[in-house]
């Protein structure tokens, strides 16, 4: 058994961003962080390895790397001896800055002694879920569908786990959940129109982090605000989740989040 680095593929950010309709640079910056809970290796006695693997990357990397291609690549470490956990992160790490053309690439290797069991705590976010709403008919994504009100400066919390999208390789679908947070400006957005606007997803085959990126672009047209942060949790599929997180402007850091938001970041969603 060896290691198979050139099963990695690498998708250019500037192919979804382009079809978006994102200009560099891009007035947004964020990560991605991936779970891999199927991760597994030799240690040098043979005694195989159980825990999960989070990566996160920067939003600035030229590439993200294609979910399956990363699944086979991971799958490839499980009769593979290594002397130790460092040793491990080092050749991935090596391995996936190449094809993300990045050095900002974060990994960690959580077992059962570190796991943490928090899940996220949504309590503080308006689940726009259960609110009646007209006969659905738009299943691709649609902007107009998401309306305004008229705001002052007031900070909104929404969520909902009813986005559901698909691979443009495979047409498998991806299930998730949405939280956005925004400080308005002089708008807020209708709830029962961002939900109208996630169910329209339904059918559109992208990319998670592409799909993360043209919800942020639409609700940045029709409400801009003073700060936006959006992060899309996704289901386990193939062993591994993704979770993109994007802030909106470029000056807004993560260490400034409201701390509602920031705990979901690195907490696992039920369905995760």
Known sequence: MRLQ??????????????AIGWKEPVPFHGSDIWNAYEFSFLHDNGKPTAGILAMEYSADSLNIVES????????????????SFDEVLYTIKTDLEKVLKTDSLQLYYETY?????????????????????????????????????SSD???????SHLLRSNCPLTNQPDWGSIYLYYHADKKSI??????????SYRLHNEYH????????????NVLSPRKLALICKYTRRGGIDINPLRLYPRY????????????LIN??????
């Not at 592409?210 to 609700?219: G, K, P, T």
Request: proline share 5%; hydrophobic share 35%.
């Open 5 to 18: 680095a050139s099963l990695l593929r690498a998708i250019p950010r500037s192919q979804g961003r382009d």
């Open 68 to 83: 399956k291609s990363l699944k086979l690549y991971l799958n490839s470490f499980s009769m593979i001896h290594f002397t």
């Open 113 to 149: 002694l570190s796991f943490s069991n928090i899940f996220s705590d949504s309590s503080a976010f308006t689940c726009v879920d259960e609110i009646d709403i007209d006969r659905i008919s738009d299943y691709e994504p649609n902007p107009s569908l998401l309306k305004t009100n």
């Open 153 to 159: 400066d007031q900070e909104f919390y929404y969520c």
């Open 190 to 199: 209708q709830p029962e129109s961002l939900l109208k606007y996630i169910i």
């Open 209 to 220: 982090e592409e799909c993360c990126e043209r919800i942020l672009y639409d609700v940045l």
């Open 252 to 263: 807004f850091k993560p260490a400034d989040l409201p701390e509602n938001f920031t705990q």
């Open 267 to 272: 907490t696992r969603d039920f369905h995760q």
